[in-house]
Each structure stands twice: as C-alpha cells, then as structure tokens.
C-alpha cells in the first residue's frame, strides 16, 4: 500500500491550492522523483506514481493491491494500474533528451525529425511533452492479465488512441454484436477477466455511468457514444506525406490539451471536496 500525504503536497508545492496541479506536468517531476513517489525501482511512472493514486482514490476510490487470478496463471500483480489516456510517443516519437542539473532538456522527438517538422512545430510538441503528463491525462484501469496483455498495454492495438480505445470498448460492455474491429477478440476477454471493475458498468445504463464517473463526457457525443478525435496516424506508417503528418501533429496537440486541462479541472473540484 502506497501513503501520500496530499494535504502536504499541496501546501508546499501547489501554493496551498490544489486548483495548481491541474497544469503541473509530473514529467517536471523526474528530476527530483522520490518526493513524488516512484512507481518502480528505475524510473517515474508519471500516471502510477503516488500521487497519481492519492488522487484516483480520493475522487473514485480506488487503491491498487496485490491480487492473483486464474487468468494471471496464479501470478500476484497489481488488480489496478493507472493510464495516460492521450498518448505522445505513437504519433511524435520518442523523446531525445539530455539531463542537466536544471532538469531535463528536450532536443528533439524522433516523429517530428523524421518529418523534418519546423521549429514551431517543435516548440509546440514540447510545450505538449509537459501537458501529456499532466493529470487530466490520467485514468486508473484495472489490471488483470490475458495472457501477457492487461488492458493498459492492449491500447497499443489502436496505437494508443483513447478515441479508438473508447469505441472499442463500447460494445464490449452493451453485449454489442457489432464492433468496430469484428476481428477482436482480446478486448472482450480482458473487459471479462477484470469483471471485478467492469461489470457495474455494463448496458446501456451502465456506459454512461462510466462515461460521467471517470469525467469523459468530452470524448463523446450527445449520446454518449465516442468521437473520432484524432487522425490515427503514427510516424512510422508508410504513405504519409509530411503535409498530411503536420497537420496531424497540430490537430492532436490543440484537441488533447483542451481535453486535458478542462477534465483536470474537473478532477480538482471533486478533490476539493475532500480536503479539510
């Protein structure tokens, strides 16, 4: 079990306002990660730090917890894990970074090089680099395994694309025949294996209590079914012109932020509520 003293947190680096950790990006966080809490022994898990999970659990209530299943073959893992809902490296690349006592320093992301994307274009991705990272980016899944695969890491089938993710889902928890990706059969399975989580979520009813609950109204439409956001594209695909790429990488970067400061925002009034 994990303890993060929150109260704390917010008086001495959230000016006393937790309304400030809506744009605080954890990735700034790297240089100096034990005060945040690691998630494993090498490195900074910015959406499973502590932290993270002091805020999942005070607005859902939820706690990660050692937990052994069938579908795990007996193995203990963690029966949740938390996730970054609009991803970075599948459509910029990989970050190239050096490390100095300031902190960190971005020289470049391999997508964008690639592409030989222009200065402006840069400036904008990095500015993006530290709003991914911040926690309106961030949502607790559960974490059961298929086989090698937890929910987490069966994203990458849409190469990280929460919209598509959303879509897909959908019908697995309506008993929906028709699905947009007729061939899968590994996200019913997982939505099955961690019924723990998903159960009080299915049907129709159900859907939208997930929607409201985890604050992702703004990913859907009036009717609560998902919206395609985003272009899908990835900097490795073949046949994409550079004009096509740009685009994409400024639509994602001007969509994602809105939808990540304005659910933070909306995170932080529910925490509000539960601090003295």
Known sequence: MY????EAFIRKYLDGDIRNLTDLSLTAMKATPKQYGFATKDHLDCDDTNLAWEIYNRIWGL???PESSPSTGGWVCMNFR???MNSFRSL????????NDDGIEVQGFRGLRRFGAEDELFNKACKF??????IGNFIPFPNIKV????INTFRTTWHDYFDVFLENLRPCL???STSPEEDDVSLPKLVAANSFFWDKYRGKDGWERFISEFLLEDYCDEFFRPKRLYSGLWYWKRNVSRSDYIKACHEYIDTASELILSRGKRMMKRVSRTLA
């Not at 680099?129 to 911040?134: N, V």
């Not at 086989?147 to 937890?150: A, D, H, I, S, V």
């Open 63 to 65: 706690r990660r917890m």
């Open 129 to 134: 680099w530290y709003t991914y990272h911040c």
């Open 174 to 176: 309506l008993h929906d």
């Open 3 to 6: 303890s993060f003293d929150l």
């Open 147 to 150: 086989g090698k695969r937890t």
């Open 82 to 84: 938390g996730d970054t």
């Open 92 to 99: 910029f690349g990989r970050e190239i970074i050096v490390r």
